[in-house]
Each structure stands twice: as C-alpha cells, then as structure tokens.
T-cell receptor, first 116, second 113 residues
C-alpha cells in the first residue's frame, strides 16, 4: 500500500521563476493538504484541496496556487519565486470531509526547493 | 486551534521509556490531541491521537489528563531510531471537515546509547 508520494525530491530554481510540485495521496484518501517548512521551523499550512476545490487556506500570498485532479492527486504552483520560498514543501493526504474528520493526515517526505 | 507548549529538547537512554509532555490548557471540547514525529530529512510521521481517553497503539501510548489540559506521549522502550522532533498538535475534528494542522517547534528527543 503506497503512502504519500511527492516529486521531485529536490529542485533548484532562480528568483522570479515558477515551479510546480506534485503529490499523489495515500490509497483511499481524497483530501490533500500542502505545508511549507522552513529550516528549523515546524510545517506551516498553505492550503487544502477536496473535490478539486480549495477548501482552506493559510496565510500565504496568491503566488501560491494549487490544483487537485479527479484521481485526487495534486499540484502546488509557486510563481515569481523569492529567496524566502526556499523550504521543504510537504504534502499530506487524508480521508476528508464527512464522517472521518478525526482521522490523521499522512505526510510524504517532501520536495526540497532551493532558490538561488 | 488551541496552542500547545512543549519542552524544546529532552534526552532518553536507549531501552528506557521516553515520556514527552505537552500542555494545551486552552483546549476545547471538540479538539483532539495528535502526535507526530519528524526524523531528519523526512516528512512528519503520524504516531497517535486521542480525545479524552488514553490510547495505545504499536508505536506509543497517549495519556490525557482528566481535565484535558495536558498530555504525555510515552515511547515504552526507546531506540536510537526514535531520535526525532516530536510535535503535539491540538486540532478541531468536528463538523465533517478535516482541518489543518498547526505545528509548533516541537520537542527534539535524543535517544542516547
């Protein structure tokens, strides 16, 4: 039973570029959440997708956008990259809305994004 | 979500029980306590969660005080592979929504040989 998978594992970009990160949820999960983790800090919530719609959003600018596909996989897009966007980007999946609300989120191992 | 307070670091001898405390004095009645850990360069790993009763699984035990204002994660026989940052998170789990997780800085547990 595959867990949450993310690609790529590492990525190097320059300021001003755009990046797309990908996530496949754990089998049976329908909700995907994205988190940003700066060095030495805990993960910070970016947004969550369910039924191909953004359901919750954290305190991140519009440069951060996402998408969820019919097979529940998801993408995180970041435009106009800044040096401060360098971080580990984590995807978490869960069985979401309706009846299973206390079930835990399960995380992938992330994409390490470095901005030069 | 309620704020949690954890010690920044703890040490434990290999083979001994590791008891990690967490204070969540402003917890609400519909908020669960979740524990995750993060080993260097990996994503957070779910350990256990509970509402008000003590919980046990193959990884750990979770003890929640009767007033629910604090909890303790117990690793019964710590190994070197248990060295990680442990996060205690309180999260609303009602209304049919799977709410976001709010992470603090966690506790760095170092298991020594």
């Amino acid at each position: 039973d595959a867990g949450v998978t993310q690609s790529p594992t590492h990525l190097i970009k320059t300021r001003g570029q755009q990046v797309t990160l990908r996530c496949s949820p754990k089998s049976g999960h329908d909700t995907v959440s994205w988190y940003q983790q700066a060095l030495g800090q805990g993960p910070q919530f970016i947004f969550q997708y369910y039924e191909e719609e953004e359901r919750q959003r954290g305190n991140f600018p519009d440069r951060f956008s996402g998408h969820q596909f019919p097979n529940y996989s998801s993408e995180l897009n970041v435009n106009a990259l800044l040096l401060g966007d360098s971080a580990l980007y984590l995807c978490a999946s869960s069985l979401g809305f309706g009846g299973q609300s206390n079930q835990p989120q399960h995380f992938g191992d992330g994409t390490r994004l470095s901005i030069l | 979500d309620a704020k949690t307070t954890q010690p920044p670091s703890m040490d434990c001898a290999e083979g001994r029980a590791a008891n990690l405390p967490c204070n969540h004095s402003t917890i609400s009645g519909n908020e669960y306590v979740y524990w995750y850990r993060q080993i260097h360069s990996q994503g957070p790993q779910y350990i256990i969660h509970g509402l008000k009763n003590n919980e046990t699984n193959e990884m750990a035990s979770l003890i929640i005080t009767e007033d629910r204002k604090s909890s303790t994660l117990i690793l019964p026989h710590a190994t070197l592979r248990d060295t990680a940052v442990y996060y205690c998170i309180v999260r609303v789990a009602s209304g049919g929504s799977n709410y976001k997780l709010t992470f603090g800085k966690g506790t760095l547990l170092t298991v020594n040989p």
